[in-house]
């Protein structure tokens, strides 16, 4: 049973630069949530997907932009790349909207370099 | 005062030893609690998934949630080195669609 699955699992992208990161669920599971994480930090929420839609979303600027398929897997988009946006960026599935009670699970993450 | 506050230590531990970890928060709201683990490089990985308050039991690791005090704990029990890894503190409100907030994480060594 294949878990979450993201891809690339590393990138070096310039200042400016736009970056697409995807990210496969695991089996069963049609909910995808995408997080931050900066180095020494525990991850930050930025949006949640479910029935191909952008449900929530944490603190994060309109830079960042998602997209789930109808197959359930989501791409994340940044634009406009700074400094800061250098992190673990993280797809986490779980099953339903309104499962709330549903564990998520998570992929390895994607290491983005920005310089 | 962020949500969830998580020392991230680090903490040094002999092989065999107990080990405590713990979080605390400001939102009543929660409800559900869980703790990942995270190796380096790698995602985090769930290891307990406890609702409101009380304690639960998985091999060597205990859960507890004290909802009254806003405090929750992992106890790891005969720690091994495979077990040196960061720990995270992890809870959502009872609401469908609400994000998991995080702590920082706590980083622990087993020696052996």
């Known amino acids: 049973d294949a878990g979450v699955t993201q891809s690339p699992t590393h990138l070096i992208k310039t200042r400016g630069q736009q970056v697409t990161l995807r990210c496969s669920p695991k089996s069963g599971h049609d909910t995808v949530s995408w997080y931050q994480q900066a180095l020494g930090q525990g991850p930050q929420f930025i949006f949640q997907?479910?029935?191909?839609?952008?449900?929530q979303r944490g603190n994060f600027p309109d830079r960042f932009s998602g997209h789930q398929f109808p197959n359930y897997s989501s791409e994340l988009n940044v634009n406009a790349l700074l400094l800061g946006d250098s992190a673990l960026y993280l797809c986490?599935?779980?099953?339903?909207?309104?499962?709330?009670?549903?564990?998520?699970?998570f992929g390895n993450g994607t290491r983005l370099t920005v310089t | 005062q962020k949500e969830v506050e998580q020392d991230p230590g680090p903490l040094s531990v002999p092989e065999g030893a107990i080990v405590s970890l713990n979080c605390t928060y400001s939102?009543?709201?929660?409800?559900?609690f869980m703790w990942y683990r995270q190796y380096s490089r790698k995602g985090p990985e769930l290891l307990m998934y406890?609702?409101?308050?009380g304690n639960k039991e998985d091999g060597r690791f205990t859960a507890q949630v004290d909802k009254s005090s806003k405090y929750i704990s992992l106890f790891i029990r005969d720690s091994q080195p495979s077990d040196s890894a960061t720990y995270l503190c992890a809870m959502r409100a009872n609401q469908a669609g609400t994000a998991l907030i995080f702590g920082k994480g706590t980083t622990l060594s087993v020696s052996s």
């Open positions: 939102n009543s709201a929660f409800q559900y």
């Open positions: 406890t609702y409101s308050s």
């Open positions: 986490a599935s779980s099953r339903g909207e309104g499962y709330y009670n549903s564990p998520l699970h």
């Open positions: 997907y479910y029935e191909e839609e952008e449900r």
